[in-house]
């Protein structure tokens, strides 16, 4: 049924159809033991959700669907079981700027510090202009005969209203580089900027990540006598029901009362963490914890 959904996907050009089959295919091929065939059909789901984050930049107020960060979390996995920890660490990372920009895309325009009156003010036509355009098209192409030669004037209409408006963009953030990470277009974070964070040995950085039966455990840390930063990824299976259930018996009134209630009632939500990590966690000065 993936299979054919995945065709079927790729013949209508629907990427939200084709990144679900995908990421559903590179499930089914990661329980038939096929890691290469799964990691690639994760990655196309990947690249298929940037296509969509991408194309939504050029719609005002719009983002890629929220749970299409899930082709991340599955891509993760898949990496982190192949032994690939930096990749799966990026993906994480990725995965969070792709859920960051989902949340604030609707209201970026309320996310306007330093922004002067009249380029508000600017934005706000641009965006009102390029609205409209796409509101006509759509509504042309709803009718029992569209107008060929309106939907032409229209397409062109769009192309130069949404050059104007990246235009304008480009602009405000090269005055205002700031307002981007505010928006959720700011720069992903990539292993390779681990060192700057982790600036002093004994340094940790624990990581969580929940794919729908894993949780995905990246822990890098900085060790005395140690040149760089390692790292490290453990996949645990737990199912999304099971470790809604771990958390809540953690967080319920009675196991917050003592100490003691707390740390029996979270015993199997500390669980997902593994032994090994655990105990280089257990040596660390100070650990930097992320959760999903």
């Known amino acids: 049924h993936a299979v054919a959904a995945r065709r079927t996907a790729v013949a209508l050009e629907a990427d939200d159809v084709l990144w679900r089959a995908l990421v559903w295919v590179a499930r089914v091929e990661r329980k038939l033991a096929r890691p ?8 196309a789901a990947v690249q298929t959700v940037q296509r969509m984050a991408t194309a939504a930049l050029d719609r005002p107020g719009q983002a890629a669907p929220p749970d299409s960060a899930s082709a991340y979390a599955a891509l993760a996995v898949l990496q982190a079981e192949q032994g690939d920890a930096a990749a799966a660490f990026n993906t994480a990372e990725a995965m969070r700027a792709h859920s960051l920009r989902a949340v604030l895309a609707g209201s970026e325009r309320d996310i306007a510090r330093g922004m002067k009156n009249e380029e508000r003010a600017e934005e706000h036509r641009l965006a009102t202009v390029l609205t409209t355009l796409l509101a006509q098209r759509a509504s042309q192409r709803t009718l029992p005969k569209p107008d060929t030669a309106s939907l032409a004037k229209l397409d062109v209409a769009i192309g130069h209203a949404t050059a104007q408006r990246a235009a304008a963009r480009q602009k405000l953030f090269a005055r205002l580089p700031d ?5 959720g277009l700011g720069a992903v974070a990539v292993a390779e900027d681990l060192p700057a964070l982790l600036d002093t040995d004994g340094k ?6 929940v794919d729908e039966h894993d949780v995905l455990v990246l822990l890098a840390s900085r060790k005395a006598g140690q040149d760089g930063v390692t790292q490290k990824a453990y996949v645990t299976p737990v199912k999304r029901q099971d470790l809604a259930q771990r958390i809540a ?3 319920d009134g009675a196991a917050l009362a003592s100490v003691e209630a707390w740390r029996t009632a979270s015993k199997d939500l500390f669980a997902i963490i593994p032994a090994e990590a655990v105990e280089e966690l257990a040596s660390t000065a100070s650990i930097i914890v992320v959760p999903h």
């Open 179 to 183: 307002l981007a990470t505010w928006r």
């Open 249 to 251: 018996r953690a967080m």
């Open 204 to 209: 940790a950085l624990l990581q969580f990540l």
């Open 36 to 43: 290469e065939l799964a990691l690639g059909s994760a990655r």
